[in-house]
């Protein structure tokens, strides 16, 4: 069984870099098998798909946040990241990671993958 495990500050200043890591473990990030997500999910929101990067690495991008985001791995870590530049207040979100075997990029639950992390809480504050 896959296991993802979201790591991070939990707080980061307006204008800043909120950076996270998903270690992955049960499972390769360069298995064909699935596509590896970053998803968030801000107070009183649904959910929202902020990307994915696939088995070969290459890269997908949510519409919304494409300009400020930006999604790599670490193949001997086994690890994928997430970096979000220039973060607002608005960017506060419980972010999650998430792997699947298909594509998602409009996501109503993360039941729509087959694997997820419980969570890491980001707050955007000065």
């Known amino acids: 069984q896959v296991q993802l495990q979201e790591s991070g500050p939990g707080l980061v200043k307006p204008s800043q870099t909120l950076s996270l890591t998903c270690t992955v473990s049960?499972?390769?990030?360069?298995?064909?098998?699935?596509?590896w997500s970053w998803i968030r999910q801000a107070p009183g929101k649904g959910l929202e798909w902020l990307g994915a990067?696939?088995?070969?690495?290459?890269?997908y991008y949510g519409p919304s946040l494409k300009s400020h985001t930006s999604i790599s791995r670490d193949t001997s870590k086994n690890q994928f990241s997430l970096q979000l530049t220039s973060v607002t207040p608005e960017d506060t979100a419980v972010y999650y990671c998430a792997c699947g075997s298909s594509l998602v990029v409009a996501t109503t639950s993360l039941y729509e993958y087959d694997y997820w992390g419980q969570g890491t809480q980001v707050t955007v504050s000065s």
């Open positions: 049960g499972g390769s990030i360069t298995s064909s098998l699935y596509y």
């Open positions: 990067i696939a088995y070969d690495g290459t890269t």
